[in-house]
Structure formats: C-alpha cells, structure tokens
C-alpha cells in the first residue's frame, strides 16, 4: 500500500453554527447531510456552472475540511469570503499535510469517494513511502482527470472533468451555484466531450495538442506523463483510428466509466 505525501493539496477550515449550510448553498454536494468522518468529492462552480475549484469535503465535529489544490488556496478563502456575508461561518488555512494511499485503503485513510480504485486519503501526518508523482501516475492508470491540472479555470463544465461519474455533483440536493446548466446537461444528455485517458509510446505530447481522427478534430492532450495522458476528446468522434502529431494513440475506457456513457466502439 505505497503512501505518499500530497503536497499540490492544502486544507481550508469552515466552522461555526452556520458552516454546512453555508457550503450546501455554493458546492455541488450534499453537505448538510455529511457525516463526522465521511470524505465527500465535489465542485464550487462559476454562476454559468464552469469549474473553479475542485474539493473533497471532510465532516468534522466543529465543521468541515475542505481538501483544495494547494496553488489555488488562497483564492477559494477569497471567494468563500465574498460569499460568506452575515453567515455566522470562519474560514482560515489550515496546515494539516493532505496524503493520499492507494491499492489498499490502510488505518487512518478514509476511501477515495471518486473511485475505490483511487485508495484514500489522510489528513494529518503519515509515514510515506512514495511521491506525488508515483501518486499521479496510479491516477492516471484509473483514467481519472485532476481537474486542477487538466480543466482551465471557468473553461470547463463539471460534467466534461466527468464529476457526475465519479460521484462529484449530488442532483437531487437543490440549488448550488451553477446548477442550472449542470442540471440541464445531464437532464438533455448535451454532453459533448468528457476527459478520458489516452495511452502512446514515448514522451507525452504538449499540453494543448489536437486529438485528430483522421483530418477531424476529436479533441486535445491535456496533462500526461510518458505512455499516458488525460484528455479532453468528443465523444462522437472516438470511433476509427486516432493521433496525435502524427503518432498513433489509443483511447482508453477507465473501469469506473459506465457502459451507456460512450459509444461502444471505444470499448
């Protein structure tokens, strides 16, 4: 069970009496009904409902953790402020380290709510034994986006980082900011592109690079490392051979994806 120390994660602390509603009212989760202990995966959208952040939320006895990219921090305090108004809520950094475990789910690690194929994750201090790249690269053998990494920032919609698959956006909670364009994507089936995984030989092309089925765009290279990238492709064109810079690559249907989400020619 390799253990590794996320330290492209940073931690927020919400307290005080209104601190669940609060967050209820802007995340794309449940919050009011998150037990002490439970890790749950979601977003804080744009009001178009564009991605911004992507969080783990974690129920605490005071309140709630919020799990957010350690670059994008000091913005979401920012932001969780400006939304806060008279809300009887305190929001401040908290330096607790964020670790994550993966093929086995050890002591102290709470379940990976994404995937149980992701492990788990550990708030507080851990023995490592891996790094965040050897973390990064276990990601992306399970085929599942880091969005902070692969969705630009109020360029892309929740449902294309492939949150509602992974368990991200509760449907049935009410109104979150964004929600209605979330809801009406999922409610129309107007989904056009999801990120999904594609595997080559050799060094991974740039960020950026077009994903082409023959002459046609199927999409662009987003995060990779050598052998594998994430991608972010059109799921009408995923059928037939595809390239990029002229090099073949091989599309690839992560175990967690359902049956009905693609065209079955991708399987």
Not at 46 to 61: H, K
Not at 67 to 79: G, M
Not at 136 to 165: C, M, N, W
Not at 202 to 225: D, I, M, T
């Amino acid at each position: 069970m390799p253990i590794a120390r996320l330290s492209s994660r940073a931690l927020i602390s919400v307290t005080g009496e209104e601190a669940r509603p609060f967050l209820h009212n802007l995340l794309t989760q449940d919050v009011e009904t998150l037990g002490e202990g439970e890790l749950r995966f979601c977003a804080l959208l744009s009001p178009p409902g564009r991605l911004l952040f992507d969080l783990f939320i974690l129920g605490e006895a005071e309140g709630v953790l919020l799990d957010v990219a350690a670059e994008r921090r000091d913005a979401l305090i920012q932001r969780l402020s400006m939304y806060r108004l008279r809300a009887k809520v305190q929001v401040a950094a908290d330096d607790r380290p964020v670790f994550g475990a993966w093929a086995d789910t050890p002591p102290g690690f709470i379940p990976d709510p994404r995937t149980p194929l992701m492990g788990g994750r550990r708030y507080g201090e851990a023995a490592a034994d891996a790094t965040e790249a050897d973390y990064s690269a276990h990601r992306l053998s399970v085929g599942v986006p880091d969005p902070t990494a692969d969705a630009p920032q109020d360029k892309t919609y929740p449902i294309e980082a492939d949150f509602d698959l992974l368990n991200g956006i509760d449907f049935q909670k009410g109104c979150f900011v964004g929600q209605e364009t979330t809801s009406r994507m999922k409610r129309r089936g107007v989904i056009k592109n999801r990120m999904m995984p594609l595997d080559f030989d050799g060094p991974p092309p740039p960020f950026g690079a077009e994903v082409l089925k023959g002459e046609l765009r199927a999409g662009e290279v987003l995060s990779g490392r050598d052998g594998s990238a994430m991608a972010l492709v059109r799921i009408d064109r995923l059928d037939g051979d595809l390239t990029v810079e002229g090099r073949p690559v091989r599309l690839r249907r992560p175990a967690w994806m359902g049956q009905d989400v693609l065209p079955s020619s991708t399987d």
